[in-house]
Every structure is written in structure tokens, then in C-alpha cells.
């Protein structure tokens, strides 16, 4: 776990100055550009134009400089930003660095940021970043819960000039800064708007790496180094291959024979990894909870009893040495301790402890009715041991249940398709990495009713939960945030919509084509990786 560095430090008519890394604060690369080309496998993503995609950070943050980012450490760094001010935590102004370039050599501007934004918030084009962008104002009339949008223009999102962006919150949020380094805040070249879908094959960015020719769908994504990257993470290498597979555990394989270099560890492989790869096994102890989700939509699990005997018929430790080598920690709240105030360990109580004897007494209790449940997960990405194991302790373990039927979609982003369709009818595989170390995010994603990833809730919407993530944003000190965050997490917690499972790891292994791999909080850190001659 890393230990936070406070950044904020907020109070009234003071101006609030984000404090993050720089170039000056950064040693310089102890490895230098080493040239060569290595290879990532990775599933069929979405879209690789960020604003849009759901699931291919890897591929984004190669082609994308974020206006502010974490590695591998709870410390907030400016990429394409050169500050980020404000002196109520409402109104922020944003500048970004001179001399950036896309990849078609046109200038970087705010207008591209403002352009981009603007994209992503318009309710019409569903994008899947949208959310992220749910609390600056204007955002209501782009997306009305009725009727056609108002306007086609954030109103909180002004250009001031050409390196300078205004933006006016609807409610203070000390720690827009951190969202900042998300992938619906990207910006996006004047090209990408000749033909959104057309860029969105071979995407022009401003990152550290450029596409070489288009997306080869279900084959490889080519992208070369930028040499007129600005980034202080200059690329060591010359090329990266992103080798889409539709099995994890074939990646897995050819990173053993050397055809693929860096690979997600498949769950169905994580008690052989030391034995395979040794030191070239890298887990990340990211801000990450699993847990299974239930399709609140459906009236068989709209009793809190069901949902609590489920959970109490799992063996979390069992589970967890059996399929994840005990890499995993088993869950007692909805947030892990290792963000910014932390999760309240414990909170989830008995409900989260094995005990069939009391599970079958609240499924008896409860106005559950038939013998058989579904549980539904992304196939092909190595989930499959994992959900046998969790199928087999539920049907084991509770009297009523004589089968579970395991339900698969290929691959996540028809998984996640099938969640917002609330076409799911059954137990659902629900996960969330937050993308910057705050509780504030995964609150914000899953729990709230405006949240980008909240079809992993099932359906949950609770007003007050709402209310208490708001008064966090809005607290003047960390320590009084952190407070409230927890009171909502407590809140989502009387509710129970979910069942706690494990507080996960990013788990990758490395080729011995290539050194110095660094996992972080977008996952792997590209840029940094040598090539071995």
C-alpha cells in the first residue's frame, strides 16, 4: 500500500494549487532509449479514441497524454497540464504546456480539450467516458433524463485562450485534479471530427506512441515512437505491438515461449506464475474490489436477505487459496484500505463471513422462490476458474440452490453491453480498478446515480448516498472528506446491493525479451519498458 502525500489544503478565499511531480522533480530515466520493439497482449478493445472506450487503457495511454496522471505511486504528476488552480474547488482554471504537438504535427490548443469535452458529454453520441465529465455545468442540458438535449456545448467550459481553459463545476470538488487523469478529459485533434469513426481506426494523438497504419481488428494494433513527444516519459522503445488474443490463458502461454512480452496474468493461472516467470511476475496492489453484482431490475433479488445469504455461503479464503494463490486479500467493505482515507475494514460484518448455517436461514427467511441461479462474466479473459469456484460455493452451500448456470459473453465489452441493456438475469461479475487513488472514485463510478460504470451496481440508486459523495467533494480538509466518503460507503453498505469478494491486484508477467515493466495505476507503465538486446 502507498502511503498518500496530502495536496490539498483548502480554505476560504485561498488559492488552491495542486501540487504534483514535474520535470524538475523527476530523476532523469536510469535506462535511457534502448530502441527495439516489444509486444502486449490484450483482448479486442471498444474504441481506441479515449473519450469512447471502456476497457483499453494500455492502448489509450500509449496513443494519449493525459492532462494530469499516477503511475506507480499516490502521487498526482502534470503531463499535457502545467497547473491546475482554483480558489473555491468550484471554479478551475487549467493550463496547459506549450510546444505539445499531435501526432499530425498540428498544435495542441484548449480549444481540442474543450472540443473533446463537449463530444463526450453530449448525451446522444454514448460515449463511454461520459460520466466522468457529469459534474461540470451544462452537463444536465446534454444529457436531460428526458426529451432531446438543450445545448451541444458544456456551458461550464470556457476557452480563455489558446493554452488556457475555465472550468466552472456544479458543485466544489477539491479533487477534480485527479479526475483530470482520466480518459474522458482527453483531448482530441480537429481531424477526429471529419469522421469520428474513421479516427477512431487509427487514432492521431499526443502521446508517447503514434499508430502505425490502422487497427487490424482481432489481430494486432502497430504504433511507433513519437519523436516529438514533450512528455518527460520519453518512450525507450521504437515499437509496440498490442497482439489481441480472444483466450488470456493463450497470451499467457506465448509470453512463456517469448511470442508475446507482457501479458495480464489470467486468475486460472496465478498458482503456477512463480513457478513460470519467477522475478518477471509483477503484481500491483492497485485501489481494485471484486464483487458480484446483482440485477436490481429483477425482482427475485430485491430482497436484501437473498443478496446477504449469497454472500454468506462463500468461502472467501477458500476461494482465494484455491484459484488466486492467496495473492488476493478477501474483502470486508466496498473500498480497500489503500486509497486516499481508505476503506472501513470490517464494515461488511458477519455478511461477509462463511457461514452456511446462517446463509440458509436468511434464503429461508427471504421470499426467494426456485432452485437455480445464473451467474454471468466476460469469457475469454480467464475468469472461468474463478466463477466455478464461486458457482460451486453457492450451490454447495446453500440447501435451496440445487445448480447455478454459468452465463458468458465474449469478452468484456459485451458483457458490459449486456449490463446497461439490463438484459442480465442473474449474478454478475462486477469489478472496479479506480483510476486515480481516492475513494472518491469508485463511490463516484459505481455507487453514485450519475456514475460512468454504475451498470456494474446492478440498477442501485439511493439519493443519499448521492448527497454524501457531494459533501465529501466539498469538504475543506482530506481528513473530513475521507470521513464522509466512508459515511457513504457505510450508506451503500445498509442497502447491501452487492457482495464484497476480494480486494484484487493488477497481476502482469514479463517475457525475458524485456526489463524494467512497471505496473501502476493506468496499468502498464509503456513508456518505461526496455527492450533486451
Known amino acids: 500500500m502507498t502511503k498518500w502525500r496530502s495536496m490539498f489544503a483548502i480554505t476560504a478565499g485561498a488559492l488552491l494549487v495542486v501540487s504534483a511531480c514535474s520535470s524538475e522533480d523527476e530523476p532523469e530515466d536510469a535506462a535511457g532509449s534502448t530502441g527495439g520493439t516489444f509486444s502486449v497482449g490484450t483482448d479486442e478493445p471498444d474504441h481506441l479514441t479515449a473519450n469512447r472506450m471502456t476497457g483499453a487503457f494500455d492502448e489509450v495511454w500509449a496513443l494519449y497524454a493525459p492532462l494530469t496522471k499516477f503511475a506507480d505511486t499516490a502521487e498526482l504528476q502534470y503531463v499535457q497540464a502545467e497547473s491546475v488552480e482554483s480558489d473555491d474547488a468550484t471554479t ?57 438535449p438543450t445545448a451541444e456545448e458544456l456551458s461550464g467550459v470556457e476557452v480563455v485562450d489558446e493554452r488556457t481553459l475555465r472550468v466552472t463545476l456544479k458543485t466544489a470538488d477539491s479533487q477534480f485534479p485527479y ?76 509470453a512463456i515461449g517469448g511470442q508475446v512480452d507482457i501479458v495480464s496474468v489470467p486468475q486460472t493461472r496465478l498458482r503456477q506464475v512463480e513457478q513460470d516467470f519467477g522475478d518477471r511476475f509483477i503484481p500491483f496492489q492497485a485501489v481494485r474490489l471484486d464483487w458480484l453484482g446483482f440485477p436490481l431490475w429483477d425482482e427475485r433479488y430485491q430482497d436484501i ?24 486479500t478477501p474483502a470486508s467493505s466496498f473500498h480497500g484500505p489503500n486509497a486516499i482515507g481508505g476503506g472501513t475494514e470490517g464494515l461488511c460484518g458477519e455478511f461477509c463471513e462463511f457461514n452456511p448455517e446462517r446463509a440458509n436461514e436468511l434464503l429461508d427467511e427471504s421470499d426467494w422462490e426456485g432452485s437455480t441461479l445464473e451467474l454471468w462474466f466476460p469469457g475469454g479473459v480467464g475468469y472461468e476458474q474463478t466463477f466455478e469456484a464461486l458457482a460451486n460455493q453457492v450451490r454447495q452451500n446453500l440447501d435451496a440452490i440445487d445448480e447455478v448456470e454459468l452465463k458468458t459473453q ?31 472514485n469508485q463511490l463516484s463510478a459505481v455507487w453514485a446515480s450519475t456514475g460512468d460504470a454504475r451498470a456494474g451496481a446492478g440498477g442501485y440508486v439511493e439519493p443519499e448516498v448521492d448527497q454524501l459523495i457531494l459533501a465529501a467533494n466539498a469538504a475543506p480538509s482530506e481528513d473530513e472528506a475521507a470521513a464522509l466518503y466512508q459515511e457513504a460507503e457505510a450508506r451503500v453498505f445498509e442497502d447491501f446491493p452487492a457482495v464484497p469478494l476480494f480486494y484484487a491486484t493488477y497481476n502482469f508477467a514479463h517475457s525475458e525479451n524485456v526489463s524494467n515493466v512497471i505496473i501502476g495505476f493506468s496499468q502498464i507503465e509503456l513508456t518505461q519498458v526496455v527492450v533486451n538486446e
Not at 520519453?234 to 497482439?243: C, G, L, S, T, W
Not at 443478496?307 to 488476493?328: C, K, L, P, T, W
Request: charged share 25%.
Open 410 to 440: 465474449p469478452g468484456f465489452p459485451a458483457f458490459i453491453e449486456a449490463l446497461e441493456d439490463e438484459t442480465v438475469t442473474g449474478m454478475f461479475r462486477g469489478g472496479w480498478g479506480s483510476l486515480y487513488p481516492s475513494m472518491q
Open 179 to 254: 479526475k483530470l487523469s482520466q480518459p474522458g478529459f482527453v483531448a482530441l485533434p480537429e481531424v477526429a471530427f471529419d469522421d469520428l469513426d474513421a479516427y477512431d481506426e487509427a487514432p492521431i494523438g499526443n502521446g508517447p506512441f503514434m499508430m502505425d497504419g490502422t487497427w487490424e481488428h482481432d489481430v494486432e494494433i502497430r504504433m511507433v515512437r513519437y519523436d516529438d513527444y514533450q512528455g518527460d516519459d520519453q518512450p525507450n522503445a521504437d515499437e509496440v505491438i498490442f497482439r489481441i488474443y480472444s483466450d488470456a490463458n493463450t497470451a499467457y502461454t506465448d
Open 92 to 148: 478551475w482554471t487549467i493550463t496547459i504546456k506549450d510546444g505539445w504537438t499531435w501526432h499530425n504535427g498540428e498544435p495542441v490548443t484548449a480549444q481540442n480539450y474543450a472540443d473533446a469535452w463537449n463530444a463526450t458529454a453530449y448525451g446522444p453520441n454514448a460515449w463511454g467516458n461520459n460520466g466522468q465529465l457529469s459534474n461540470i455545468e451544462g452537463y444536465d442540458e446534454l444529457n436531460p433524463t428526458e426529451g432531446e
Open 305 to 328: 436477505k437473498v443478496r446477504q445469504a449469497i454472500s454468506m455461503a462463500i468461502d472467501r479464503d477458500e476461494v482465494n487459496d484455491a484459484i488466486f494463490a492467496g495473492v488476493y
